[in-house]
């Protein structure tokens, strides 16, 4: 459960089936509505093995308790927010974006710069998220993580120009391994989204992939 994050390892939904078997996707439809508690539950004593042996071995780093200052000062900003803009609202301008199908399954240049465009400008109000109480905090910082992770995905799905999967673009409806047989790659890079394309090693699998 380990994640390529020196020190980070991710259980549940978050990670799925782990990197050595499904890798970070999506939970397949169908899935036993309560089943996700469990699977958390059992990921969390996979990765804990791990996390002990880690921290058995790493060496102790210094901290910057200004740096922490900052961060605690970040996280509880919305409950000093004199704004009104609630998370439910935040939400409910998202699935606006990331539900109607023309954003979602069915995608084009066009619409996806649309929907880019209107998750920056979401991302942009969040500075004014306000919380009532700890839940409400809470619900901030996953209104946050939500937004990012739909700019991520529609970003990603703008530079992929091939049909996949569940990612289908109208104007280029076909698979096209000769390109696009690669990662899609997103670092940031002096505090800005950067994407790069990545060749999938298929020739140093054990096991290939049906085609």
Not at 178 to 204: F, H, T
Request: a positive charge; proline letters at 5%; charged letters at 25%.
């Amino acid at each position: 459960m380990r994640t390529s994050l020196k020190g980070l390892w991710a259980i549940g939904d978050t990670s799925y089936a782990g990197s050595a078997v499904a890798g970070a996707v999506c939970s397949p439809p169908g899935i036993t509505p309560g089943s996700g508690i469990m699977y958390a539950v059992i990921s969390a004593g996979w990765a804990g093995l791990s996390a002990i042996r880690y921290a058995k071995e790493a060496a102790k780093n210094s901290l910057d308790y200004s740096e922490i200052k900052n961060f605690k000062e970040e996280m509880f900003a919305p409950m000093r927010s004199g704004k009104a803009f609630l998370p439910g609202d935040a939400i409910s301008g998202l699935q606006e974006v990331t539900a109607p199908i023309k954003y979602n399954l069915r995608r084009s240049k066009e619409r996806l710069n649309e929907s880019i465009a209107r998750v920056q400008e979401l991302n942009e109000k969040l500075h004014a998220l306000k919380a009532k109480d700890l839940h409400y905090l809470s619900k901030c910082h996953e209104v946050k993580s939500m937004v990012l992770c739909a700019d991520l995905t529609f970003r990603s799905a703008l530079m992929r120009e091939e049909s996949r999967g569940s990612h289908f673009r109208e104007d280029f409806p076909n698979r096209d391994d000769k390109n696009w047989l690669k990662w899609v790659i997103i670092k940031q890079d002096n505090g800005k989204m950067k994407l790069s394309a990545q060749p999938i090693p298929v020739d140093r699998y054990k096991i290939k992939p049906g085609v």
